[in-house]
Each structure stands twice: as C-alpha cells, then as structure tokens.
Nanobody
Framework: QVQLVQSGGGLVQPGGSLRLSCAASGFTLDRYDIGWFRQPPGKEREGVSCTSHSDSTTTYANSVKGRFTISRDNAKNTVTLQMNSLQPEDTAIYYC???????????????WGQGTQVTVSS
C-alpha cells in the first residue's frame, strides 16, 4: 500500500522541541520532493518546509527559519522535521506530502500523510 505515515507531535511548552517523522511505504522518498505543511486552528493550510530530491535544496517559511530543520534519511525512507524554540503560534496540525516536482508540490502533491497535532502551550 502506497502511503505516508507520520509520527511525532504532541504537547510541548513554549521554547521546547519536537520532531516529526514522515515514513513512506510502497514507494521510495528519494525520488520525490517532500514538503511539510501545517494548518493552524481556524486558518488556511500553509507551507512550512520543503526538500528537493533533484538537488537536495531545502526551503523554509520565514516564520520557521532558524528554528525548524528538514532532513532526509534515504536508508530509512523517512523525512524528519526537527522543530526547536517552539512558540504558541506554531500550534497546528502538521502534514507531510510527497510530490514528483516543485510545481506538483504547489498545486497538488501526489501523497499526503495523515496529519499530526502539535500544540505549544504552557
């Protein structure tokens, strides 16, 4: 079965860290761009970070630059999002997605993870 399975997330205090993982089954992630998106309560979904499979470039939303890090582990067929210095405004449901190229990522990724809740609160 072709799918992305997410793990990680949860409740953390402001300033804390969490790591999200996105594991692929039924296909190999090294042939896909991988993106992380989030949807805060009552807001639209937004892009957080992306890693390209073709040239290994990574991009980040301005709101998370310097705090979040996206990385691949091709041996484990997994992409992780390390989130540090978390703030209440980072509270959202986080989704990973796989797309064959950047245009597809922007329009309609090929695969989506199931989503995981991240809550930053004291």
């Amino acid at each position: 079965q072709v799918q992305l399975v997410q793990s990680g997330g949860g409740l953390v205090q402001p300033g804390g860290s969490l790591r999200l993982s996105c594991a692929a089954s039924g296909f190999t992630l090294d042939r896909y761009d991988i993106g992380w998106f989030r949807q805060p309560p009552g807001k639209e979904r937004e892009g957080v970070s992306c890693t390209s499979h073709s040239d290994s470039t990574t991009t980040y939303a301005n709101s998370v630059k310097g705090r979040f890090t996206i990385s691949r582990d091709n041996a484990k067929n997994t992409v992780t999002l390390q989130m540090n210095s978390l703030q209440p405004e980072d509270t959202a449901i986080y989704y990973c997605a796989a797309a064959s190229n950047s245009a597809t990522m922007r329009k309609s990724p090929d695969y989506w993870g199931q989503g995981t809740q991240v809550t930053v609160s004291s």
